[in-house]
């Protein structure tokens, strides 16, 4: 099946607010667990690309010592969402929030000891730009970790797993898992994006019938 793009940013209310409506705490669960088990937990200053509504870097705040996370998104109506959501949770100072396009990050290289990212990658369509820029803002040393959809071989095999993972969800979520779906890259692209962007020694590998995630480890 052809990688067919949907639109890059989510950045009218109605997305930001559906998209923050959506209920992903299983899959973040899963996702800090892999962050903390790659050694992310002694990790001083921390950047989110493409946070959305800020979920994943609140849960890894609760579940870490963390001091500093960043989220960053293009999307100023993600922002608007994620950070009154980091005063409501006592986290203001600890977890902040700033807008910024993540194929050019406005900070020096190795700025942070931690550089994650969670079902964007999908949305860009460079991302080779997008892998080379969280590997150029990592210090040496440093935890990575981008998880994203990848791309199934038909689209029936996406509209079975929309089925078997959102069946319960409204119309229009199924429909933006299968949009998203069909946007995402291949295991074998994700491998040629690791090495286009200078981080062929990267760890790329499914970790579910839906993800994969380009890793690197302390
Ligand atoms: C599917 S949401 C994922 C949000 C969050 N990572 C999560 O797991 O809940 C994708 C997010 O990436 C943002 N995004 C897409 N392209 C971007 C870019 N070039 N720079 C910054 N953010 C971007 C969108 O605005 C959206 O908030």
């Known amino acids: 099946m052809q990688r067919v793009l949907e639109p890059e940013y989510m950045d009218t209310v109605e997305e930001a607010q559906s998209y923050a409506s959506m209920n992903h705490s299983t ?11 790659l050694g992310g937990g002694s990790c001083r ?4 690309l493409g946070t959305g509504p800020g979920d994943i870097p609140f849960l890894l705040a609760r579940q870490s010592a963390i001091p500093s996370i960043l989220g960053v998104d293009a999307a100023e109506t993600m922002l608007q969402i994620a950070r009154p959501a980091a005063v409501r949770a006592g986290l203001e100072g600890r977890v902040t929030f700033a807008r910024a ?12 000891d931690g550089v994650f990212s969670n ?9 080779v730009l997008f892998v080379r820029e969280a590997a150029r803002v990592l210090e040496k040393g440093g935890v990575l970790l ?3 959809l990848y791309r199934p071989v038909s689209l029936d095999e996406a509209k079975r797993l929309v089925a078997l993972h959102a069946g319960e969800a409204p119309k229009d979520q199924q429909q933006l898992l299968l949009q998203s ?10 491998v040629q994006v690791a090495k286009a962007a200078g981080i062929g020694h990267a760890k790329v590998a499914m970790n579910s019938d839906r993800h994969y995630s380009i890793e690197i480890a302390r």
């Open 101 to 112: 396009d993540v194929k050019a990050l406005p900070f020096a290289e190795a700025a942070f």
């Open 146 to 148: 981008i998880r994203d």
């Open 45 to 48: 200053k921390v950047i989110d």
């Open 181 to 190: 779906l069909c946007a995402a890259l291949t295991l074998t692209e994700a």
């Open 27 to 37: 899959v973040n669960g899963h996702f800090v667990d892999r962050f903390l088990a």
């Open 119 to 127: 079902t964007i990658l999908h949305h860009i369509p460079e991302p």
